[in-house]
Nanobody
Framework: QVELVESGGGLVEVGDSLSLSCTAS????????MGWFRQAPGKGREFVAA????????SSSGSVKSRVAIFRDGTKNTVTLQLSNMSPEDTAVYYC????????????????WGQGTQVTVSS
């Protein structure tokens, strides 16, 4: 049973930075590319960022590219998403996802999903 658990969500203020973690029960996690997606109220789920299985290739959405970082720690089976200069438009439920091997940015490509963590940016 594959389980992905997100943590680090909550209430932040405009201009703050956010760090979300995803802990995976997948073993070995090094065989999986990991991604972060988000879904704002009343909108569809959208891609935020991803990192490949070896950690040397990353991808991010154009809307966050200048203020996002994603990295993984194989020893802890975690993937971290950092987002700086938060704005109310970043308010959403953030989801961690995993897929075998190659990096991707499309929802259907990802096999496993976490339950999501709510992030609210207050103005």
């Amino acid at each position: 049973q594959v389980e992905l658990v997100e943590s680090g969500g909550g209430l932040v203020e405009v201009g703050d930075s956010l760090s979300l973690s995803c802990t995976a029960s997948i073993s070995p996690i090094s065989l999986y590319s990991m991604g972060w997606f988000r879904q704002a109220p009343g909108k569809g789920r959208e891609f935020v960022a991803a990192i490949n299985w070896s950690g040397d290739i990353t991808s991010s959405s154009g809307s966050v590219k200048s203020r996002v970082a994603i990295f993984r720690d194989g020893t802890k089976n975690t993937v971290t998403l950092q987002l700086s200069n938060m704005s109310p438009e970043d308010t959403a439920v953030y989801y961690c996802a995993a897929k075998n091997w190659k990096i991707a940015d499309s929802i259907p490509d990802f096999e496993y999903w976490g339950q999501g963590t709510q992030v609210t940016v207050s103005s």
